[in-house]
């Protein structure tokens, strides 16, 4: 099995720009999240999808983020514009039925 | 105050040393609770989900207190290999939306 996969694993983008996070889950899994991970912060949930219906989206900081799942296998997030405060690592995670998680290896993503 | 809550660390122990973290939380609804290990410039890999009873896995053992809203993670014989930041999620039932703690960073020395 292939896990999670993200594109890209790391972006460096200029501050306005649109940036566009991608994710593909594992087969089979229902259950799709996106987190941010910072050092201040640490890891939390922007918003998660349930057979592709966005359930909670209250993590998502506001309005310049925006997810989506077209479909069972493809998600994703994208910021714009841009922000310095943006800059973290985003995680896509995905989960069968059962709880147990698995994560994918992330983007790294750095806004000039 | 925070949801999760975890001592930052780092931890620093010899070889062969017992080790125990602990996680508090805040809300008294959470129903499932669990540790994740996350090496340097790693994603958070599950380690073990905590039972009510308690469980053990090897030199791993997690312990969950509903009346004081703590879980804690015991890491026996602790090997080089061992170093890395364990993070505590906590899951409210009826839904899927995880609580994170910020991680305690563990560092195994020689």
């Known amino acids: 099995d292939a896990g999670v996969i993200q594109s890209p694993r790391h972006e460096v983008t200029e501050m306005g720009q649109e940036v566009t996070l991608r994710c593909k889950p594992i087969?089979?899994?229902?259950?799709l999240f996106w987190y941010r991970q910072t050092m201040m912060r640490g890891l939390e949930l922007l918003i998660y999808?349930?057979?592709?219906?966005?359930?909670?989206d209250s993590g998502m900081p506001e309005d310049r983020f925006s997810a989506k799942m077209p479909n069972a296998s493809f998600s994703t997030l994208k910021i714009q514009p841009s922000e310095p405060r943006d800059s973290a690592v985003y995680f896509c995670?995905?989960?069968?039925?059962?709880?147990?998680?698995?994560f994918g290896p992330g983007t790294r993503l750095l806004v000039l | 105050r925070k949801e999760v809550e975890q001592d930052p660390g780092p931890f620093n122990v010899p070889e062969g040393a017992t080790v125990a973290f602990n996680c508090t939380y805040s809300?008294?609804?959470?129903?499932?609770f669990f540790w994740y290990r996350q090496d340097c410039r790693k994603e958070p890999k599950l380690l073990m989900s905590?039972?009510?009873s308690g469980n053990e896995d090897g030199r791993f053992t997690a312990q969950l207190n509903r009346a004081s809203q703590y879980i804690s993670l015991l890491i026996r014989d602790s090997k080089l290999s061992d170093s890395a930041t364990y993070l505590c999620?906590?899951?409210?039932?009826?839904?899927?939306?995880?609580?994170f703690g910020t991680g305690t960073r563990l560092k195994v020395l020689a």
């Open positions: 995670a995905s989960s069968p039925v059962q709880e147990t998680q698995y």
């Open positions: 087969s089979g899994h229902d259950y």
């Open positions: 999808f349930n057979n592709n219906v966005p359930i909670d």
């Open positions: 809300n008294s609804a959470s129903q499932s």
């Open positions: 905590v039972y009510s």
């Open positions: 999620a906590v899951k409210d039932a009826g839904t899927y939306k995880y609580i």
